[in-house]
């Protein structure tokens, strides 16, 4: 049986920003787990994208605002269904201003979705607006950016994992921590969207 589990990542920058995927990440990202991956953008090398296409063969990609030249050629974004949910996605660099839930809100009315992922920020984000759900991955290898995150802070490399049964969307979000000792864990939080006024929990 094909799985169901969606994988849904952006802002990779390899090897730009980030040297690779956090081997935690690669460790869990094992071929025949997951079923399709949405990526937001943001591949900038062809070893990334033969990567990705190793992991799952329904590779489904959007632009970002620094793809590699064949990028060029992709569309800005993109609508898949799984269960009876309309998933959408888009890198994030067209949404004015950047992040602004409103400007979310219409994009996913535009592209007449229950689920909206977006990219861009390089930041974790999950919640539930108007009887839709919106979804930012972060970056899967917390590459640097500008504009988001305090001087202090770095991204927090972070990927999800969907699963579509029905009506109901199981976001598993991975993220990569330092604990107080500087020592590396993979955190895995779960979020459960309903369609039609089920909600978050």
């Excluded at 799984?82 to 592209?111: C, E, K, M, N, V």
Aim: hydrophobic content about 40%; charged content about 20%; glycine content about 10%.
């Amino acid at each position: 049986m094909a799985s169901r589990l969606v994988l849904a990542l952006g802002d990779l920058f390899i090897p730009d920003r980030a040297a690779d995927l956090p081997a935690k990440f690669k460790k869990l990202l094992a071929p025949g787990k997951i079923g399709q991956i949405l990526c937001l953008g943001n591949i900038t090398s062809k070893e990334t994208y033969d990567f990705l296409r190793s992991i799952a063969p329904d590779l489904q990609l959007v632009k970002g605002d620094f793809d590699l030249d064949a990028g060029s050629n992709l569309p800005l974004s993109k609508v898949v269904t799984h269960g009876s949910l309309r998933i959408g996605f888009t890198h994030g660099h067209t949404i004015i201003p950047p992040g602004d839930g409103d400007s979310l809100l219409i994009a996913a009315r535009q592209l007449d979705v229950d689920v909206l992922l977006w990219g861009g920020t390089h930041k974790f984000e999950a919640y539930e607006m108007e009887g839709k759900f919106f979804v930012n991955p972060g970056s899967a290898t917390g590459a640097m950016t500008t504009g988001w995150w305090s001087e202090e802070q770095d991204p927090t490399p972070s990927f999800v994992l969907m699963d579509v049964q029905g009506d109901v969307l199981v976001l598993y979000v991975y993220q990569l921590r330092r604990d107080a000792n500087g020592v590396e864990n993979v955190a895995v939080e779960k979020v459960s969207f309903r369609k039609n006024g089920g909600g978050v929990s």
